[in-house]
């Protein structure tokens, strides 16, 4: 007989009758382990704490996605997010399976290169392409997606010096119905400035345009801003047809998917708002084919949807540090990671579960990370189950954006694990360690003892 | 005038009177006919009645205005042949024998049609009828035509040879009848020549090495069909040398090529009853013999018409045509043709329908219960299909499928299997919750289509609501008909599809194939024709590829212009694109005299047969472009086979030609890869590989491997690897 578990005493308010406007708080279930492996052990064998992805889920929900717009529309084209996760087996990951890549940068751009992605099935977006980078893009015969009328202008200098032709897309911004509209990025739709970029495109005799990009915002929860986009998309891309005699090869609707994250501040849970990729599929593929292209040469469907694609395939694991309570009495967690590794905690609610079954009370907490900064809290506000020092947790969901947008502060980044389908794991990022990051560092003769 | 004004009408009564003469042994072999032709004027009166007797026939026939294929196969005027050259046998020359041969000619001809209209109606061959009634009719009333005289060229053998050829030809002829040979071989020589009223040993040598040449098949026949019959005498008692005096052996023979070979498949099936046959035949001759002799006059061939005609009804009639006993239907006049022919067509096109369905659903798609299901699909329903999506675990649902959104399948659209329009829609009926079904309204929400008379589909369990159209309207094949439910008997939501030939919601199935789909299996992807996708199999509609569907678009009156070196010479010819008028286009090379017969459904560019020359560009570009499925698709192979008639050596065939009835062992395979696209959005070239391989058993002969480049201008490349083909490369341009 195991030793039973020791859980330390708490108060709790008996509720009864009817349960509130919010519901009956969610039972946090344990997750006792991940892709076949438990917990405990993977945290023993490469530290906490630890990110780990599950490739069954990473492909899965690839193939969900694909099969949503593949089973309505001809011909559809997947370009994998490099900002949201780049690291190299993720995305070679979604290369197997047949996406392209979706860069921003000259460095992601490398990147792919260094995956052996072919230059023709890359797409270069953002408003930051060097000189140097457009150059290479060119050579490599891959889609550049223009910004801004500066960044053509460069772009027909480097085609003068170039023998290959550049292979170019817009981006458009416009109005779909939602707040906020991201007209930072293109060419303004609706005061003609896209049309105009396109003109000066066709003019210039230098560029193909093959395309058209729009990518409307981020964590869209409403299908109708994607059904407007797509309609406006397909308008654009048969006035150029019929106005320009110039015919659109390929319409890019961007990313922007809701993951089942729940936003903070957020009313509802995630998981009563995010469309499935069904929906999104429904409204931009029937926009697109109702917009009067011929059957027999519509144009490809390309999407760069990143976050949707990966956030479930994320967890991070890690160890409680320390319980506290503040000065107010409120019970205060604080675990081996903080804002530094889970960056979307500035815009999530993110679901910490216990590693352990746990006895069913819960108590509310504060959720700390262990920066030395007072900015590093995870929740503000949440009921936890009453969780003490070394006791392990998992972070739902943080496939998308921190393992790139994290910092290193104050400490290291830890190690990163893959689980492959057949259930085992494979580190596929080194933690650091001192001689990693002062590797990159000089000191000046005058300064070192 | 115009030499070639002239060349054209004469080139075809040439074909015509060769062919009056092959034709009486269903063959439209030149040295055959010309060996004919040959010994017919052995005695050359005869030879002449009887070549009168076909030219007077040919004339006959295109001053009245005859079909000209008809004209030109001879199929009017062999009979007459038949009739005329004994004349010139038996009567000697003058004013009278030549009124003889003009209007036994002219009935022969109007028999000749008249029975070739009636008995086609049945779809049955005419055979030698007029020859045996128009005959019969001239030797009856000759009797009384005082003024034309018995000949004696038949009777004083020896003189006519000695007059033709000395001695020498008397002693030679005279040494071959000497010979050693068994009686029953000689027998069978003289039965052959006899079928052209020639009784000599010679006569019958030259025309059994005229029938080798021109069928192995027919050759080995004609031996079956002999030799059973002495077989069969032997056995009832008959008198065996009576074969020898009547001259009737050659019914046996023609019976046996025309069973065994001609008007069927040849196959083991087709032998058997050339044998089985024989004693009715026999019964035939001999009966008839008895009865026809009280008017003097001779059976002809009549045993072998009427066997042969009763033979072919019969077949006809049978409603359960699987026994192994295939009426030819497009007739080469050769068994060895019809056979290879034929087992191409069955594996290539046999299945082929005029309209071309496709998947209902777009993506890749589980067939979670096909034909005759474990299910539902039983007794009636038993050719449907039960299309869902399965995860990658093999599950139609995720998280724990309580819930109708859990299913993979769920609130998919539909697209019609073809265009058609709205005949029913049924609508209203609520989907169910998973597990449960809905047994009063059984078919759910469902939308029946038509598409050709006695031709409908039928969509159901869709999703309430969901259908987009109402009865009467149009849908194209890229409109989304409605959404994938649970509604009516259905306890998970799929797609109930089929086939039916009446408009109800409870109709019969009707077992019709899908046009073309792909088939994933584990380690490869296959492209099925005219077939049903089986339950648990993977299968997807195949994806049109814009460049390859645009420069295989060839339309009549299209001019190629090829370019092409062979050896050091570079040269130019141009090839025309046409079609007849049975919709049949090909792609004709006018001064090489080569034509390739294609199909483009517009899903797949195939060719469906050659003639010409083999060193013809054109062969090069029917054998490296024979099948095109108009997608782009690397992982995709595509199989298929040449016929054998087109591409097999010679010499090899004709060792073939022996055993093809029961055994296949040559082989010219053929196999196509999509290797690559200069760029996957706007191709401006894509590259197939192509390997035509001749086989022996399963053992590679040769093989040619070409690269076919298509480019969106246009342009087709056939580029051959050095030295191993006549070409290097051969340059194809459709547009220009």
Known sequence: MTKKRFTPPAIKRLQSGMPGKAGIPSQLNPIPDIGGIPVKQLLRDYGSPLFILEENTIRNTYRKAKDAFESRYPAVQFAWSYKTNYLDAVCQIYHQEGSWAEVVSGFEYQKALANGVDGRQIIFNGPDKSPEDLKLAVENHSYIHIDHFDELYSLIKVAESSTNRPRVAIRVNMDTGIFPRWDRFGFNLENGEAMEAVKQIIESGKLDLMGLHTHIGTYIISVNAYRTAAEKMAALALSIERELKHQIRYIDMGGGFASLNTLKGAYHSAADTTPTFDQYAEAITGAITRAGFDPSAMPMLILETGRALIDDAGYLAGTVLAVKRLSDGRKNLVFDFGVNLLFTSFWYDHEIHPVEEQNGFTEDATLFGPLCMNI??????????????GDQVVVKRVGAYNMTQWMQFITYRPNIILISPEGSAHLIRKAENLESIRSSEETPSHLKK | MDIKRL?????SLADGVLNSYSQVFFSDNRVFAAIILIITFQVPLAGLAGLAGVLISLVLAKWLGFDKKLISKGLLSYNTLLVTLPLGLYFSSGPALVLMVIFASILTFFLAVTLHGWLARYELPFLSWPFIISLWIVMLAARRFSALEVGDQTLFEWNRLYGMGGINLVNSVEWLNQLAIPQAIKTYFISMGAVFFQYSLVAGVLVAIGLLISSRIAFLLSLIGFFSAYLFYHVIGIDINSLDYTYIGFNYILMSIAIGGFFLIPSAYTFFWAVLLVPVVTFLTVGMEELLSMFHLSVYALPFNVVVLLFLFTIRQRKNRATGLHPVVVQHN???RNLYAWSNYQNRLSQKTSLLFRLPVMGKWFISQGHDGRYTHQSDWRHAWDFVKIGQDNKTWQNNGHKLDDYHTWAKPVYPAAGGIVDSVTDGIPDNPPGDANTLNNWGNTVVMWHAAGLYTKYSHLKSGSIRFKPGDYVSPDQELAQIGNSGRSPEPHLHFQFQATPFIHSATLDYPFGYYL?????????????????????????????????????????LRVSYHSGEKAREVTWEVQTDAYNQSSIRDREGGATAWFTNDGQAFYFTHFEGSRSNPLYAFFTACFRIPLTFDPGLTIFDQIPLFISARRWMRWIQDWIAPFHIFLKTSYRMNYESQDDPLAPEMMTLKTQVSRQIADDRLDEIACTVEVCNDGEIRLIYPKESSRFEQITINTRN
């Open chain 1, 376 to 389: 590093d809290q995870l929740r503000d506000q949440t009921r936890m189950p009453l969780l003490k020092q």
């Open chain 2, 7 to 11: 060349q054209r009408p004469l080139s």
């Open chain 2, 334 to 336: 050769n068994p060895e």
């Open chain 2, 519 to 559: 088939l994933d299996e584990p380690e490869k992807r296959t492209l099925r024709s005219y077939d049903r996708p089986l339950e648990g199999q993977i299968v997807s509609n195949l994806k049109i590829d814009r460049l390859l569907s645009k420069v295989f678009h060839l339309v009549p009156g299209q001019i």
